[in-house]
């Protein structure tokens, strides 16, 4: 079911809960390692560049992973994870702030924060890499316009990945000043995975940005797919975390981020 705004009901549900929560307290400032010099020494590695990450649950997957997020994080970089995502989500997605320092502390990799950020305040509760901005989201009334929370993040020394769905969003992206774009495959009307939005969206993207397909990625030709339609990385969460399983996360980051190099 849709809502007015016509976004899918766990979406609402989501929106809802991020709407409550506070910032932190004092104002976060953060010497963040860089995303583009990850994914640069990954592909002089030879190595696709991926965002392994970490979530624990989500409103779509099959289960819950309770492994010890540390671990697997750990194991993500062991398979040749380029950087990490881990969700900060508490009432959907099983992440916590927490979890993330605890992650950062134990990498060297960047990682990025993965939540629903809708005011300046919400910066202020956790150190990280990178932090996400969902264009869609920001244009609705109550919360922080995306110029605003771009500069804002900047300040405090984050990176900013901005996700869009349309090239309408890629357009809007650019034109408030993002350098790191995310195309998530994902549409948040109906939660489902279309393949095809990446590269439609992604034309809309001048040279200079570093691009990056979200959502939905699974094998070898979909890395190929994303790949070929302009993709310098892939964030990939489920196919890596295998909610409903207890396979081996390396693996399932290794055979990613090899996506090339195998024949
Ligand atoms: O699990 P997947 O299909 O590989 O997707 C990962 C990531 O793209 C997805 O978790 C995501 C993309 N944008 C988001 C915004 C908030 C929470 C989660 C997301």
């Given at each position: 079911m849709e809502s007015d705004a016509g976004l899918a009901q766990e979406v609402e549900s989501i929106l809802a809960a991020a709407r409550e929560r506070g910032g932190g307290g004092d104002r976060v400032a953060v010497e963040a390692r860089s995303l583009t010099d990850a994914f640069e020494a990954a592909a002089a590695d030879g190595c696709v560049p991926i965002i392994a990450e970490v979530k624990p649950t989500s409103p779509t997957a099959d289960g819950e992973r309770t492994d010890d997020p540390v671990e697997l994080a750990e194991q993500m970089v062991a398979g040749g994870a380029a950087a990490l995502s881990v969700l900060t989500e508490p009432d959907h997605f099983g992440g916590s702030a927490e979890t993330l320092a605890r992650v950062r502390a134990a990498v060297d990799v960047p990682v990025l924060r993965k939540d629903f950020v809708?005011?300046?305040?919400?910066?202020?509760?956790v150190e990280a890499d990178v932090v996400l901005l969902i264009v869609r989201f920001l244009d609705e009334d109550g919360t922080d316009d995306l110029e605003t929370l771009l500069s804002a993040a900047r300040e405090r020394g984050f990176q900013v990945l901005v996700e869009a769905h349309t090239a309408d969003e890629v357009r809007r992206a650019v034109d408030a000043g993002a350098d790191v774009v995310g195309v998530n495959n994902r549409d948040l009307a109906k939660l489902e995975v279309d393949l095809e939005t990446f590269p439609r969206a992604a034309e809309a993207a001048p040279e200079s940005v570093t691009l990056i397909a979200e959502s939905g990625i699974g094998t070898a030709d979909d890395v190929a797919r994303m790949r070929a339609a302009g993709a310098d990385a892939l964030l990939v969460g489920s196919a890596i975390m295998d909610h409903g399983g207890d396979s081996d996360v390396a693996e399932n980051t290794r055979r990613l981020t090899d996506a090339e190099t195998q024949t």
């Open positions: 809708l005011h300046e305040a919400q910066l202020d509760v």
